[in-house]
């Protein structure tokens, strides 16, 4: 299972940081990334980490998101700093145990889902 949490109601250009723990599943050699939805919106990716522990970001957020995990406590994390109103979603933690490269930013090729949790920010 994922958890996660962190979310909440922020004003714009605030910072925030969102957390990941995964219980009966470890991060280690599998892909792991972050997703958002807006209503009204599809899922869309915003941050990963390949394999290998490489980052990797959706062009729109690179500047402001960081994405990161500590295998010890099998937790995800991703950072937001300068918020903006279009930041405004649901943020879903998932893992692909199985995925290949070339599709390592579609919501379909994930596996393992969290909850979500809701960031609101206000302008």
């Known amino acids: 299972q994922l958890q996660v949490s962190g979310g909440g109601l922020v004003q714009a250009g605030d910072s925030l940081r969102l957390s990941c723990a995964a219980s009966?599943?470890?991060?280690?050699?599998?892909?792991i990334a972050w997703f958002r939805q807006a209503p009204g919106k599809e899922r869309e990716f915003v941050a990963g980490?390949?394999?290998?522990?490489?980052?990797f970001y959706a062009d729109s957020v690179k500047d402001r998101f960081s994405i990161s995990r500590d295998n010890a406590r099998s937790t995800l994390y991703l950072q937001i700093n300068s918020l903006k109103p279009e930041d405004a979603a649901v943020y879903y933690c998932a893992i692909s145990p199985r995925g290949i490269y070339s599709t390592r930013k579609i919501a379909s090729s994930y596996d393992y889902w969290g909850q979500g949790t809701l960031v609101t920010v206000s302008s």
């Open positions: 980490l390949w394999r290998d522990g490489n980052p």
């Open positions: 009966g599943q470890r991060f280690s050699g599998k892909i």
